[in-house]
């Protein structure tokens, strides 16, 4: 069993910046390409940013520029800084990743992490 755990999300005023963090933990032989996607209410769930094992990564175009997706393989972890933030931004913000055990690939989502940006 594999978890992914975010954090970092908050209440921020347009303009500003927040960090959002997510955890791999479990049973885990390494982990493919890592993921950010959000959701706002009555919308579907679109993809944000993603990073690959090699550092590969992709933006949605809404936040280029002022978005960056990393990486850190050795602590299992993807972070999404978040800078320039627009109310359109607001969110769940859910992290994803693909998971490598046993030659088998198995796709997670963490439980969601709420962002709200407004004055």
């Known amino acids: 069993q594999v978890h992914l755990v975010e954090s970092g999300g908050g209440l921020v005023q347009p303009g500003g910046s927040l960090r959002l963090s997510c955890v791999a933990s479990?049973?885990?032989?390494?982990?493919?390409?890592m993921a950010w996607y959000r959701q706002a209410p009555g919308e579907q769930r679109d993809l944000v940013a993603a990073?690959?094992?090699?550092?590969?990564?992709d933006y949605a175009d809404s936040v280029k520029g002022r978005f960056t997706i990393s990486r850190d393989n050795a602590k299992n972890t993807v972070y999404l800084q978040m800078n320039s933030l627009k109310p359109e931004d607001t969110a769940v913000y859910y992290c994803?990743?693909?998971?490598?055990?046993?030659?088998?690939?198995?796709?997670?989502w963490g439980q969601g992490t709420q962002v709200t940006v407004t004055s």
């Open positions: 479990g049973s885990i032989d390494s982990i493919g390409t």
């Open positions: 994803n990743a693909d998971v490598f055990l046993f030659g088998a690939t198995i796709n997670y």
């Open positions: 990073i690959t094992s090699g550092g590969s990564t």
